[in-house]
């Protein structure tokens, strides 16, 4: 996934920001499969914890982050009223560890590769969670 963006406000639709300055954003980024990606339908929102994750990959103190690719590790949960990523642990970012580095779990993980349209992976979120 790119970097393209943050919310600035409580909502996706109206807050969705894809260029600098990213003034008083620093809690949530906004990412897509493009890097040049500037509709918010399809973006994923992601809640940065405090601490070093928010620090090295928020848009307000990093604005040179703005089209990197990024690799992040979290809980997939309803965020800004879509499907988002929370709880983030790990982040690679320039080929960078930052965060927990999720090898060291003891736990085998098995890797698999999906191919969904984001437009299905919306729906089916937004199914699940409605069920919740």
Known sequence: ???VGAV???TLSDGAT???????????LLVAASADET???NCMPIQLPSGDIRSKL???????????????Y???????????LKSVT????????IGTDPDDSGETD???TVTIPYSEKFRYFERRTSLL
């Open 1 to 3: 996934a790119y970097i």
């Open 8 to 10: 600035n406000g409580m």
């Open 18 to 28: 894809f260029t600098p300055p990213f003034t008083d954003i620093s809690t949530n």
């Open 39 to 41: 509709d918010y339908n």
């Open 58 to 72: 928020n848009l307000n103190d990093n604005a040179g982050n703005l089209g990197k690719e990024v690799i992040l």
């Open 74 to 84: 979290g809980s997939i949960e309803k965020y800004f009223g879509v499907m988002g």
């Open 90 to 97: 790990t982040a690679y970012l320039d080929n960078t560890l």
């Open 110 to 112: 098995e890797a698999v």
